[in-house]
Nanobody, 123 residues
Framework: VQLQASGGGLVQAGGSLKLSCAAS????????MGWFRRAPGKEREFVAG????????FYADSVKGRFTISRDKAGNTMYLQMNGLKPEDTAVYYC?????????????????WGQGTLVTVSS
């Protein structure tokens, strides 16, 4: 499985961005997927996860109510709509595919990772 994340950029605080993650070489339509991020000098952290069928979305407390995870009907593209961005959301965002139908918040349980896309939020 190859995952390609895109959509990052520079945005002012309060603004919005939409990240995409496209799978290729093999379908991930039966896999849970997740978004993670790594801020400068910090550990990688869970952001949001979604089940194979687009249901069971769950979020880190820090983004709940501001971010929305989704995936297309074919199940091979995942999105992260980010609204109300804050400077503390600045990080490299990674998408990942899980080994089972439902997602996990533990990055060590994900075997497939994208290369990351940088999100910078200015104050």
């Amino acid at each position: 499985v190859q995952l390609q994340a895109s959509g990052g950029g520079l945005v002012q605080a309060g603004g919005s961005l939409k990240l995409s993650c496209a799978a290729s070489r093999r379908t991930v339509s039966n896999n849970g997927m997740g978004w993670f991020r790594r801020a400068p000098g910090k550990e990688r952290e869970f952001v949001a996860g979604i089940a194979w069928n687009g249901g069971n979305a769950f979020y880190a407390d820090s983004v709940k109510g501001r971010f929305t995870i989704s995936r297309d009907k074919a199940g091979n593209t995942m999105y992260l709509q980010m609204n109300g961005l804050k400077p503390e959301d600045t990080a490299v965002y990674y998408c990942a595919a899980y080994r089972r139908a439902f997602a996990s918040s533990q990055p060590t349980e994900y075997p497939y990772w994208g290369q990351g896309t940088l999100v910078t939020v200015s104050s």
